[in-house]
């Protein structure tokens, strides 16, 4: 089957290349696997998402509903024991890249010492931490790589406690779907509780055996080597576990949510 066949019933003058191109970033994916080639068809995708591809609003939410699709395989495909890759000390990026949605001077600088990370929604404790608090719990480290969609990865050290350990002491309800993140810059993201409770994902408070710089995100980054690099956000201020989709700052402008890398 051409997979390019279903675009000519566009009526639309639709940049067709682009299209393609956006859906099959979408199905670029290990998801793949389980749908087959005969769903990269357009045709076939718009009849699976209910869509009728007659204009740009139709368009949007025809990717949407590709994306929310995508998430819910990555997410069935996601084996919580699977670990992602570890590196030796030799093989750390140095310097190692910064990267937000503005300029490194412009990284937020927190103040350690009235810093209180909120903690909210579905947890039994819905306490204040000081950075203190956060440093007593449990140590882990780990190398890994960093991969950014926008085409480079890195790989670093990274220092914290098991994201686990942390929401066990905060009561969450695990059975919630979502944990929610809000940022002292404006970034909010969001991940799935199976990524949470990863024995790879770590609540970060150094880099490379130094406390957090600012541009790395200070006080505390979520590192989580089996998601993409703005999956994991940085100067968290609030952490909040809910059933009602949080959304993240990329993902609201059409990246995929699940991220997984
Ligand atoms: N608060 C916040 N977190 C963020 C971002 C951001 O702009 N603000 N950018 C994300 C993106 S796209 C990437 S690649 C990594 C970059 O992290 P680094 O600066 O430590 O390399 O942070 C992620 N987390
Ligand atoms: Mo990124």
């Not at 203190?132 to 220092?159: F, M, N």
């Not at 350990?165 to 944990?179: H, N, P, W």
């Not at 404006?186 to 055996?209: C, K, R, V, W």
């Not at 201020?237 to 997984?260: A, K, S």
Request: one cysteine or more.
């Amino acid at each position: 089957m051409n997979p390019l066949k279903p675009v000519k019933k566009l009526r639309l003058d639709l940049d067709r290349e682009s299209l393609i191109i956006d859906v099959r970033r979408q199905l670029d994916m290990p998801s793949r696997r389980l749908f087959g080639q005969r769903i990269l068809t357009l045709g076939g995708l718009a009849m699976m998402t209910g869509c009728t591809l007659v204009d740009d609003k139709s368009v949007d939410n025809f990717l949407t509903r590709v994306s929310r699709m995508n998430d819910t395989v990555q997410g069935w495909l996601f084996d919580p024991n699977r670990l992602a890759p570890t590196y030796t000390e030799a093989q750390i990026t140095r310097p190692f890249p910064f990267n937000a949605f503005y300029d490194v001077d412009q990284a937020p600088e927190v103040n350690g010492d009235s810093f209180r990370l909120k903690v909210s929604g579905l947890v039994q404790n819905k306490s204040v931490w000081t950075l203190s608090d956060l440093y007593a719990l449990p140590k882990a480290e780990q190398i890994t790589r960093h991969i950014c969609v926008e085409g480079w990865s890195a790989i670093g050290r990274w220092g914290g406690t098991p994201f686990s350990e942390f929401l066990k002491r905060v009561g969450a309800d695990t059975s919630a779907k979502y944990i929610g993140f809000k940022c002292a810059d404006d970034y909010y993201e969001s991940i799935d509780m199976p990524t949470a409770l990863h024995p790879q994902t770590l609540l970060t408070f150094t880099y490379d055996g130094q406390r957090l710089p600012a541009k790395y995100g200070y006080p505390m980054k979520l590192r989580m080597p089996t998601k993409l690099g703005y999956k994991n956000p940085k100067h968290i201020m609030e952490i909040f576990v809910t059933n009602e989709f949080p959304g993240g700052y990329w993902v609201d402008q059409g990246y995929n949510w699940f991220g997984g890398s």
